[in-house]
């Protein structure tokens, strides 16, 4: 029980908090409100991290750079991963996340040897960054290592190569992103609402391929809310 200025506060097991004061009840519904915060966080399906800070430490040493501490935390946390049904808006700027980029057992896109091995993270690095995360149409969330912009988040846009500062943080950008609790569905699953909503979409072989393709993909991983 918690008190304050002549108000109890009992908190039972269904998570709603209930006040007492001079005889009154008002019950406020907490469980509504933890439940609205956490669709405002970030989700992803994190990457094995296994190895990931000697990763770090190498990866550190190779490009005479250092991690800010927060992206530091993240990776040895999560080490990246996909982010379904993620998006961001920031100073007029608003794009999805598709995913994170990650070390050793991140997935082969997502991948910063990938970014090594296309040549993309050095181009990033001469203008001082390096690429954190893409989007659906291969655009980059950049972050700032050099003294200048050194933990500083910036949107590469593919197509113009312009890099547009964003103007904010690591860790302040990431309590911006909201994602959506995403639920791997079954085939069956997908074909059962389908037939809810009366489409008309032909279920071809081709289509159960891709939701395979896609199950198979997420097995074994837990959608967890970023917390740093």
Aim: glycine content about 6%.
């Amino acid at each position: 029980m918690l008190k304050w200025e002549g108000l109890e506060c009992v908190v039972p097991s269904f998570y709603s908090v209930i006040i007492l004061k001079n005889s009154g009840l008002i019950e406020l519904k907490l469980y509504k409100i933890v439940q609205n915060l956490e669709l405002e966080m970030l989700r992803i399906f994190p990457y094995d991290t296994e190895g990931v800070d000697q990763a770090i430490a190498d990866f550190e040493d190779k490009f005479t750079i250092k991690f800010p501490a927060k992206y530091k935390e993240f990776l040895l946390k999560y080490n990246g991963g996909d982010s379904l049904q993620t998006s961001f808006s920031i100073n007029r700027k608003t794009s999805d996340i598709r995913a994170f980029y990650g070390f050793n057992k991140a997935s082969q896109y997502n991948n910063f040897q990938y970014l090594i091995d296309s040549g993309f993270l050095e181009e990033v690095l001469e203008r001082g960054f390096i690429p954190i995360a893409k989007d659906s149409f291969g655009n980059s969330i950049l972050l700032g290592v050099t003294d200048k912009n050194f933990n500083q988040l910036a949107f590469f846009e593919h197509e113009g190569q312009i890099v547009q500062p964003l103007e904010i943080n690591f860790e302040d950008w990431v309590a911006k992103i909201k994602s959506k609790k995403k639920k791997i569905r079954t085939i069956e699953e997908r074909i059962a609402d389908m037939r809810a909503v009366g489409s008309k979409k032909e279920i071809t072989p081709r289509l159960k391929e891709i939701w395979q393709e896609e199950i198979d993909k997420y097995a074994g991983r837990e959608q967890v809310i970023v917390r740093l």
